[in-house]
């Protein structure tokens, strides 16, 4: 249970209450104690979809395959919730830090209902052109039935894991990552839970994903909802309230974070097509790959963003020092973390491909080629991402999705040429190896000056 005090439940009006700025501790040891259950939260979410390809491939390859080419999608619908979720984590960090207890209320209101309407108009739109969107990745056509069941389930399950986020976001703006590390621990379990049972025990086959993804996402709610009103952050009566500022924050912080992953998104469908001509098995294969090196990656953002909950806190109390003593002792830690990963990846890496591939020889060969080139470069991404990360999130948005777009147009330029001239997919891999080490030595010096100038954006 949370330790902050109730918010007494006043007749009304309410009495407005005093702002108190929060003291914010930048020691060492309170930066791992914020981030490590956001590390393990972001590296439990990726993980589960680790295990859920691998119980995908339980299923079968056709189902498999499915979900390869549906992979591209799943970043559209990340981005939108990343999005929305940091643009509230930020501004409950900083009016946390101002001692503003009052606005979480009205901001996770106004955040959620921002978000059904995104979520509808995309939703849509995706549903729209599933058609040409299968034509983008070369869809097999005894396939796209299929394809399109999925998506549309799909669709519908993320609004619910959107709304979930949401939730946790406000927790982890407030300093409280234990705690919705343990949600999103039970989402996970939840998740996993249903695709065993309904999927593969009960034959239920790939539409047991979206219901599991429902079900979760809703229980998600359930808990974060409840926990914050146990702690008196939140009151639902004032969920009502719109904060005109809104749209200004998503557009401030928001839209570049979104941006970030949509350039994923992108640059993955682009990749699958470069994949494509291999064949099935190649397409499969690099999926695999991706998600290990996804699953190795993507806890910086959870590492960034815990940087980021601190050097808001601290800027909300008028700390810019300290804010700049956190980044530079998050980063120190980022390093040192980084460098036992890629020694694991280049020791396990292999193996863990391999119980990926769902029992295919050739799925299995795919993904070992994949992470035997791109694999030793893995920290490279994961320690430039934990800085653009903290980018987007204390104002520097736009230059962290400038120097992501500039770096994958590379990739995609060079490695789409390189495996065309030479007819085979390896090329791209090196190019990706290539282009993370030297992303590392260029990009890292000017990310960091930047991050040590952060920005309030989330006034009241």
Known sequence: MLNEPRVAQAAEPDPPERPT????DVSYQRIVKLSLPMVLSTATGVGAQVIATALIGRMGGTALYVRSVYN???????????????????????????????EISPRLGSMGRAGILVF??????????????????????????????????????AVLCMLGELCSAVLRGMGRTGVAAIITAIYVSLNLGIIIVVGLVLHGGLMAVPLASG?????????????????????????????????????????PVSASSIVLAVVNLLLLRIVAPSGQSAVAGFNVGYTVQTAIIVPAVGLGSAIA??????????????????????????????????????????????????????????????????????????????????????????????MNTGYFVVILAVGWYAATA??????????????????????????????????IQARA
Not at 77 to 93: D, E, N, P
């Open 72 to 102: 591209p999608v799943s970043y559209l619908f990340l981005a939108l919730t990343t999005g929305l979720s940091i643009t509230l984590q930020v501004a409950v960090a900083q009016a946390w830090g101002r001692g503003e207890r009052d």
């Open 309 to 402: 909950v601190l050097m808001n806190q601290s800027l909300g109390a008028g700390g810019l020092p300290a804010s700049r003593t956190v980044f530079r002792r998050g980063l120190l830690l980022a390093v040192i973390g980084y460098a036992v990963v890629t020694l694991a990846v280049v020791l396990l890496g292999g193996p863990l491909a391999n119980l990926m591939s769902g029992g295919s020889p050739s799925v299995a060969a795919q993904a070992r080629h994949f992470v035997t080139i791109v694999g030793p470069t893995f920290g490279c991404t994961g320690l430039m991402l934990t800085v653009l990360t903290v980018l987007e999130q204390v104002g520097h948005g736009p230059l962290a999705v400038a």
């Open 215 to 255: 079900i979760a996402g809703a229980a998600e709610i359930v808990l974060g909802l409840t926990v914050l009103m146990r702690a008196g952050a939140i009151r639902p009566r004032r969920f009502t309230e719109w904060r005109p500022q809104t749209p200004r924050l998503l557009l401030s912080i928001g839209v």
């Open 21 to 24: 700025r929060q003291n914010v």
């Open 120 to 157: 509808a108009v995309f939703g849509g739109l995706l549903l729209a052109l599933s058609g040409p969107l299968g034509d983008a990745v070369q869809l097999a056509a005894d396939r796209r039935g299929e394809f399109q069941s999925f998506l549309a389930a799909m669709t519908g399950a």
């Open 422 to 455: 030479r007819h085979e997919v390896a090329a791209l891999y090196w190019t990706m190896a290539i282009a993370a080490a030297a992303s590392l030595l260029g990009g890292l010096p000017i990310a960091a000056r930047a991050a040590m100038r952060p920005r």
